[in-house]
């Protein structure tokens, strides 16, 4: 169903950024019916024409079967698919193909520094593994609450369950398979979702282009061994819109989780550090521990603005303390209560403590997920370091020193099985309490940092690949791109966590809400971790096979275990992620159908040509760009200038600025560029590419600048095209006479045998009185160079305007009750209130 649009323009001076760029591909010939043409793909109706040439704007069934058509695949004069630099063979530095946020990091241990690789380990732990790290302070007391202690064995089969927990999840599954299901770098729910998406065309946003597959960050090398599978899963992918439907309502709930996550983990976490003061002062109520712990949130977020390698070069060493006093304490235990607890290893103990009560032990796996509380979180923030460094780390220092620290309080709780509500805080010495008490509270502050940096990852990923509103995103480094904070967010984030220690008060209840949550970005993963397994991985059937049905089912009893509380305040962080999901899924759509409107709504290149290359109005010199989401066909606000500016701009350049499913598009692939009309019109078309962690920084001169050496590059590539081109035309007519080549304007070649008719080309344009004089046709290349770079320059010389136009659209009277709420009311307020700006 269509909606109704309208559109509004604006001229203004901004700023933005272009690179000029340089790309090589090999040439080669297909016919059209082996592969779709690209000039169709890209602008359908953008019929070029050629600088003193045009062809017939009706061409008949007869020359459509008298001609046989050959598309070149390689570099072609005025497409998309010819970008605007150097001429090929020119030289490329390896160093340029992709530059990812992990580079700085990754340099600190090539020098082969001991200090600089210590510096990063103690950032890794700040940023990292803050919220894996707390879960010993409230595993086992929320685990005991659900299912008290009756007998020893109760508490060698709970220990038993949490480290096969902490094996199985964090370990097995996270670190040692999906991290390596990162995007260049880059985790997260929606970094699965764009690997997805680059080797499948699952995007809902018709805007994608067959020349976004030559970006050098785009293509992975894949295995073939079992190609042909990934091949019929890929088919029904690009072939069913309601699977495309579904993966899309998958990553949305799973991002929704995460974001659900950044409000219950800083809860939980400062929660159940601070209530450690009841262990230390037996005379601090509840109430105390709440106004408290929400001083310490006001704080944290205080100093989210301040980045990640700034704070996180604060924080680490503490963190680095926290993971050794955990692992001393539990030793202390062991030595002093009880080393026998060593035997929960023996997963046999597990099978006891079902065996012994099943219902029980089935409550307790609510609390028990909280041990692996943490992990989602590893993955999304992977883009703030590499991958060995995080598997490194775990495995080395933050695994032994967890299971260290649950064998410690199993041990301690084999002699004082009285009150394991406090069994973290109770077990630790007398002598050391105060110290490790303060200890656990920055690491608590520091956990609820995590979650909130991994929360500003996913929504910026979100946002670049149109499912969540534009928000102002603040860059907190200038030597690592992928550290960010968005201070809106970041203020949600903390209100609702205020809120929820308030209104739900108890670890045990804020626990729960801290599985569902958790559990829920966990199912996702799995499902699209497997998904990437047989797309992409291309492996062993078997592997996948059990993959998914040991993690997704341990994952689907866990959460079963967790729903069975929903009652007890943990409904308020589903509800919560309820509605981060509606907002995200009513902008996707909405965003979708503006775009199919701008599509429809688009300006017909028989109208350009119709009115000439002067556009039926005065050509002012000067360079305009107009800014429009439009990856082909004229956009129809352009006709909206036309209608009411006196005048226009003597070169025009629509620029859309356009998000593919990469992490970075290197610089010198950035920029794609297209001659709209003949050459006499000066109009062109680029697409600036980004990838969802690339940031926008340019200055408005530096835009300029590099804008018209693009431009530059393009028109002088194109000239050397054509000359080549047709000097192998020329070669052609000697050697076959009776065959007629015709070279189109967008590269394109063909043949044919002469029919008769007369074969010039008729020249017929609509003009214009005005001050401005079009280019007049040359018969020498050269010169015709010459006189188009004289133009250009003086176009800059004159100055560069930038057009905005901004489009609204409403669902038609006959459309659905619910259909008129989302768009005319919903859609329409959250773009009122976001950032609208192409330029932010």
Not at 505 to 531: C, D, P, Q, R
Request: contains cysteine; charged residues 20%; glycine residues 8%.
């Amino acid at each position: 169903m269509t909606e109704d649009g309208s559109d509004r323009g604006s001229t203004s001076r901004g700023n933005g950024g272009f690179s000029s760029m340089d790309s090589m591909e090999s040439h080669r010939w297909v016919f059209q019916d082996e592969e779709d043409s690209e000039i169709d793909r890209e602008d359908n109706d953008a019929g070029e024409d050629d600088d003193c040439t045009s062809q017939h704007d009706n061409d008949s069934e007869d020359e459509d079967s008298l001609y046989h058509k050959l598309i070149r695949t390689g570099p072609r004069i005025d497409s998309f698919g010819v970008e605007a630099l150097e001429v090929p063979g020119a030289h490329r530095s390896d160093f340029e193909i992709i530059i990812t946020c992990n580079l700085n990091l990754k340099l600190y241990l090539q020098d082969g520094s001991l200090g600089k690789s210590i510096f990063l380990v103690f950032q890794t732990l700040g940023v990292v593994f803050g919220d894996v790290g707390t879960s010993p302070m409230y595993t086992f007391s929320v685990m005991f609450s659900r299912a008290p202690i009756e007998r020893n064995e109760d508490i060698i089969g709970a220990l038993s369950l949490v480290l096969y927990t902490l094996i199985l999840i964090p370990l097995i599954k996270y670190i040692l398979i999906v991290l390596l299901a990162n995007d260049d770098g880059e985790g997260g729910t929606f970094a699965l979702y764009s690997l997805i998406c680059r080797h499948a065309k699952v995007s809902l946003l018709p805007n994608q282009l067959a020349s976004d597959t030559r970006i050098s960050s785009f293509r992975l090398k894949v295995p073939s061994a079992e190609l042909e599978r990934s091949l019929k899963i890929k088919e029904h992918l690009e072939t069913s819109l309601a699977l495309k439907k579904l993966l899309l309502v998958l990553v949305l709930a799973g991002t929704s989780m995460v974001i659900a996550d950044g409000v219950v983990t800083p809860a939980m976490s400062v929660i159940s550090a601070v209530r450690g003061l009841k262990v230390g002062l037996p005379t601090v109520e509840q109430d105390h521990v709440v106004m408290i712990s929400v001083a310490y949130l006001i704080a944290l977020f205080s100093v989210q603005k301040y980045g990640t390698s700034k704070v996180g070069l604060v924080i680490g060493p503490a963190l680095f303390i926290w993971f050794c006093s955990l692992g001393g304490i539990g030793i202390y235990n062991l030595v002093k209560h009880d080393s026998s607890v060593v035997k929960a290893f023996n997963p046999v103990h597990i099978y006891y403590y079902f065996k012994r009560n099943s219902s029980k032990a089935w409550l307790s796996l609510g609390g028990c997920l909280l041990c692996a509380t943490g992990s989602e979180a590893m993955f999304a923030d992977l883009c703030y370091f590499p991958v060995r460094t995080i598997q490194l780390t775990f495995v080395f220092l933050v695994l032994p020193c967890l299971m260290l620290g649950y064998l410690g309080q199993a041990a301690y709780l084999m002699d004082n099985a009285g009150n394991p509500q406090q069994a973290f805080f109770s077990s630790i010495p007398d002598a050391a309490f105060w110290p490790v008490f303060l200890i656990a509270n920055i690491a608590a502050l520091i956990a609820s940092r995590t979650m909130t940096t991994a929360t500003f990852s996913c929504i910026k990923q979100s946002t670049a690949l149109g499912c969540f509103p534009r928000l102002k995103i603040v860059h907190t480094s200038r030597k690592f791109m992928g550290q960010i904070y968005i201070p809106a967010i970041n203020w949600f984030l903390m209100a609702s966590a205020i809120l929820l220690v308030c209104s739900i008060a108890s670890t045990n209840e804020i626990g729960n809400a801290y599985g569902v949550a958790e559990l829920g970005v966990m199912m996702m993963t799995t499902v699209l971790v497997t998904l990437v397994m047989l797309l992409i991985w291309q492996i062993n059937i078997i592997i996948v096979v059990l993959f998914s049905i040991i993690f997704l089912g341990l994952e689907l009893v866990f959460f079963s275990s967790v729903l069975s509380g929903i009652g007890d305040g943990s409904w308020i962080i589903l509800v919560f992620a309820i509605v981060i999901f509606l907002i995200m899924c009513i902008w996707n759509y909405g965003s979708k159908l503006k775009y199919e409107t701008e599509v429809k709504k688009k300006m017909s290149m028989d109208v350009l040509r119709q009115l000439g290359c002067n556009l039926g109005t005065v050509r002012a010199p000067g360079i305009g760009l107009l800014y429009n989401e439009l990856v082909k066909g004229v956009p129809a606000i352009f006709g909206h200038f036309l209608t009411t500016l006196p005048a226009v701009h003597s070169m025009i350049i629509f620029v859309c600025i356009k998000y593919v499913p990469v992490p970075v598009v290197p610089q010198n692939e950035r920029f794609l560029f297209r001659r709209v009309c003949s050459k006499s019109y000066h109009i062109f078309r680029c697409i600036a590419r980004y990838g969802y962690k690339d940031v926008r920084k340019e200055n408005q001169q530096i835009f300029e600048q590099l804008l018209i050496e693009s431009l530059e590059k393009f028109i002088r590539r194109e000239a050397q095209e054509r000359s080549l081109e047709s000097d192998g035309d020329e070669d052609t007519e000697d050697e076959e006479e009776p065959t007629r080549i015709l070279i189109g304007p967008n590269g394109s070649v063909y043949f044919g045998v002469p029919d008769g008719r007369n074969d010039e080309p008729i020249i017929s344009e609509a003009t214009t009185s005005s001050t401005y004089e079009p280019e007049r046709c040359s018969s020498d290349p050269e010169q015709s160079l010459e006189n188009e770079l004289a133009f250009l320059h003086k176009a800059k010389e004159s100055g560069v305007v930038y057009l905005m136009g901004h489009g609204d659209i409403r669902a038609k009277k006959e459309s659905w009750f619910i259909k008129k709420l989302i768009i005319n009311y919903f859609y329409a307020f959250m773009r009122k209130n976001c950032r609208r700006g192409l330029l932010h």
